[in-house]
């Protein structure tokens, strides 16, 4: 069964920067598509990114410059480097696995405000 822990969410100012981690466990990391979702207060999950097995990214309009997806392999980790923050990048973030089948974090709160 795979599971994913999210963590590195919190407050930050407008203009600040955070860096989300998600350890992934249960599986074959290499073999996952991953990807990072936010849910904002009110409004639908929504997709912010995706990295594919062969190392292609994909990035919302909203966020694309700003945030940058990577993976470490051999700390099965999936990492999301968001700068220049804005408040509306104020949600709880998702990591999510597929591979086929999808499995979800618990998802960190982010924060963005003055």
């Known amino acids: 069964q795979v599971q994913l822990v999210e963590s590195g969410g919190g407050l930050v100012q407008p203009g600040g920067s955070l860096r989300l981690s998600c350890v992934f466990s249960?599986?074959?990391?290499?073999?996952?598509?991953m990807a990072w979702y936010r849910q904002a207060p009110g409004k639908q999950r929504e997709w912010v990114t995706t990295?594919?097995?062969?190392?292609?990214?994909n990035y919302a309009d909203s966020v694309r410059g700003r945030f940058t997806i990577s993976t470490d392999i051999p700390k099965s980790t999936v990492y999301l480097q968001m700068d220049s923050l804005k408040p509306e990048d104020t949600a709880v973030y998702y990591c999510?696995?597929?591979?086929?089948?999808?499995?979800w974090g618990q998802g960190t709160q982010v924060t963005v405000s003055s």
């Open positions: 999510q696995a597929k591979l086929g089948v999808v499995f």
């Open positions: 249960g599986s074959d990391f290499g073999s996952w598509t």
């Open positions: 990295l594919t097995t062969r190392g292609h990214t």
